[in-house]
């Protein structure tokens, strides 16, 4: 399943449209909480989906039968661009346990990449949700390395990805990887560069968050 939040129009428009401009991105505490935000609209949309139980709970007044979540999700990221997305998934569903993941790209002299991944983090996952934040879903590869030392940590009973901005060729990598999950994007592009950057994109959106790094 993919749902581009962006689609019907709303708020979540606004914030992406000042994710991508230049005009403000110099403003980055703008910039991660309007990350946040998107997370935060994900986690809503996704908790239509989990499954509920009947409990009663008493009020001052009585007691009252409700409706809960069964089983609390667990949220991951990618560090360190993922932070301000996942932060706003975690701000909803704040009863969550959660997970890290150490990823790359390792660029050689000619400007090819490959995925470097050297730590991970992560609470039992059987018989859980799992929720992966990665702002910007370009061609997939990290995010495929990602699930798959997080799913060594046990059996989901759903993946649900959650991004910025995905590029069509990086949704179509992860179904094709992951037909179960279900992908949640703020807004989908149709390109990348040779490099593998999205375009029109945003930039690096760990930068854009935290300030530009040596490394590459």
């Known amino acids: 399943m993919l749902k581009v939040l962006s689609e019907e129009f709303s708020l979540v428009n606004s914030w992406i449209n000042d994710l991508r401009n230049v ?61 301000p997305l996942f932060q706003g998934i975690l701000n909803y569903f704040d009863k969550a346990d959660c997970g890290f993941v150490a990823a790359y790209r390792k660029h050689d002299i000619n400007d090819y990449f490959s995925i470097k991944q050297d730590y991970l983090t992560c609470p039992k996952l059987d018989n859980r949700p799992l929720i992966v934040a990665d702002p910007m879903l370009a061609t997939g590869a990290s995010l495929i390395e990602a699930i798959k030392d997080l ?60 300030g530009e790094k040596l490394q590459r």
């Open 23 to 83: 005009e403000v991105q110099n403003d980055r505490l703008k910039f991660r909480r309007n990350m946040e935000r998107i997370g935060e609209i994900a986690a809503f949309e996704i908790s239509k989906t989990l499954n509920f139980i009947d409990i009663e709970i008493t009020t001052p007044l009585e007691k009252i039968a409700v409706k809960e979540i069964e089983t609390q999700p667990v949220i991951t990221t990618i560090l360190r661009a993922g932070v």
């Open 151 to 210: 799913l060594t940590n046990g059996k989901p009973t759903s993946i649900h990805i959650v991004a910025a901005i995905a590029s069509r060729q990086g949704v179509e990598t992860i179904q094709k990887a992951y037909p179960e999950a279900n992908i949640w994007i703020g807004a989908l592009d149709e390109s990348l560069t040779s490099k593998g950057y999205i375009t029109p994109g945003l930039g690096d959106a760990g930068d854009l968050s935290y």
